[in-house]
């Protein structure tokens, strides 16, 4: 079994991006389980780094990734960015140097926006720093998810078919890629 964690770049209880994930975690095959990844984590401080002083949700977190085989990230745009919450994940998995969670992992992103722009500038962030964490990264075909909002139902589910075709070509991609890309 190969499991997909699912990291979303955002807290909010009503978030476009988590209702996106919970619709893009259906579309996986058999032989893959998915685990939505809670973020919950202290801002990242290098003093932590010392083993005395490591947050214990810090030790959880880098627990819980050892076991994915598989990251996908969903995530709107903050000015134009990354969302922090996101960015921390990153840095608390990256350290404490030479003992990185990150390594290795394929992994794939899928960014949203209600607006047009479809959160790029984030998308494209993102890929800036899993490049340096050496997670090998789905090139094609992007995901950039505008007009998010009128894509949805009440229940958070994706009305538009076009976007169910694509969603599924991409974690139809992805799903490859884990193939080829999984150590
Ligand atoms: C935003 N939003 C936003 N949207 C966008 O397309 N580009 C941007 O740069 C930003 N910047 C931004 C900054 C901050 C601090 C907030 C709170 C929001 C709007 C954002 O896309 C919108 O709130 C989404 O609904 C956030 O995603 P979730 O929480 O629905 O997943």
Redesign the pocket.
Known sequence: MTKVGIL?????K???????AANVETLFPEGYVTEFIEIDLSLYNQDYDDENRVPAEYTAFRNKMKEIDAVLF????????V?AVLKNALDVGSRPYGASIWNGKPAAIIS????????L??NHHLRQSLVFLNLPVLQQPEAYI?F??DLLDENGKVKDEGTVKFLQSFVNAFVDFIKKNHA
């Open positions: 979303v770049g955002s807290l909010r009503e978030s476009f991006s988590k209702k996106l969903v995530t709107p745009e903050y000015n134009r960015s969302p949203q926006s209600p607006s047009r722009l479809s959160g500038g984030a505008g998010v909002a």
